[in-house]
């Protein structure tokens, strides 16, 4: 039989937020692998739990190879327990690429769910929590990081990042830009911890607040962009619309019914806004066939 893949949450801050079952996992299973054993072994002594298994490093710097490792005391029926300094491993920590190859070999993965600073900083924000992506953290690059930002400008959900401290200015800077100075975010600084603060405000706010200098693990959490409401398009850009494509080669119906869609307006309507023009069409080509038939007439 093939062994288990435990991916273990761990706290972001207070000890005591560990789940039980952390304990457990870390004394029984066979392979221990830490992001920081050094980290790994604090916290064990906190927990006063001892691993009777085998402890290894597993970081982004070794992760590409030493996950062959882990799948093959996996294959061979090991339980090998997962975890990082803070949260829940693969959540922009180690750990993705050995879920995946995992999986690839139909090898059982399951989770000590705990911590989670992407879930602690949303619900803390003061933020709409019903939709909301996760987007890690921004490139180091202004370029790079003002390009991501704008893939995601028109985005309605809640925006969460992580953030290194000595970057959040220039982070939030780049935010205003984009997203606008009165576009409401939370920045959410040692979550759980004993110097714990939660900063709301428009981004311009929260740019100038950063800039005289942050300290602490960072989480930051941004507004959706606002609803626009329907495109404001008047008849004649609508039935052109519906046009191109009948041109394209689908049928009016399904014209209608796209236009519609796109500019966020009843169907009924563009359907209204065709015939109209289709009705204008015909007076205007039977003006013409009369007036054309008077001039003959003379």
């Keep these: 039989m093939t062994g288990t893949l435990v991916l273990a949450g761990t706290p972001i801050g207070d000890i005591s937020d560990a789940p ?17 054993t050094r980290r790994l072994r604090r916290l064990t002594q ?10 290894v490093s597993y970081f982004e710097g070794n992760e590409a190879a030493r996950t062959p490792e882990l799948v093959e005391e996996l ?77 995601v400008a028109d ?18 800077a780049a935010m205003t830009e984009v997203f606008g100075a009165g ?7 040692e979550l759980t911890k004993t110097y714990e603060e939660v900063r709301r405000g428009p981004l311009a706010e929260l740019a100038a607040w950063a800039a005289e200098g942050v300290r602490g693990e960072i989480t930051v959490v941004v507004e959706g962009a606002p609803d626009k409401g329907p495109e404001e398009i ?42 109209a023009a289709k009705n204008a069409g015909r007076a205007e080509s039977a003006g013409r066939a009369e007036s054309a038939g008077s001039t003959g007439g003379r």
């Design 183 to 189: 576009r409401r975010a939370a920045v959410c600084r």
């Design 46 to 55: 906190a927990l006063g739990v001892t691993p009777k298994g085998r402890v």
């Design 234 to 275: 008047d008849d004649a850009e609508l039935v052109r619309r519906v046009r191109v494509r009948e041109e394209a080669g689908e049928r009016r119906k399904e014209a209608i019914a796209a236009v519609a869609a796109e500019a966020g307006l009843p169907k009924r309507q563009v359907f209204d806004a065709v015939v």
């Design 75 to 151: 294959a061979g029926g090991a339980r090998v327990l997962l975890v990082t300094d803070a949260g829940m491993p693969s959540v922009s920590d180690p750990g993705y690429r050995l879920v995946a190859a995992a999986v690839e070999q139909d090898i059982r993965v399951t989770a000590v769910p705990g911590p989670s600073a992407v879930l602690t900083a949303l619900a803390l924000s003061g933020l709409p929590v019903d939709r909301f992506c996760f987007e890690g953290f921004l490139p180091r690059k202004a370029g790079e990081r003002l390009g991501r930002l704008r893939e």
């Design 20 to 36: 039980p079952r952390l304990a457990e996992e870390l004394a029984g299973a066979d392979v221990v692998a830490a992001e920081d």
């Design 155 to 172: 985005e309605r959900r809640t925006l969460v990042y992580f953030e290194a401290p000595h970057r959040l200015d220039d982070t939030l």
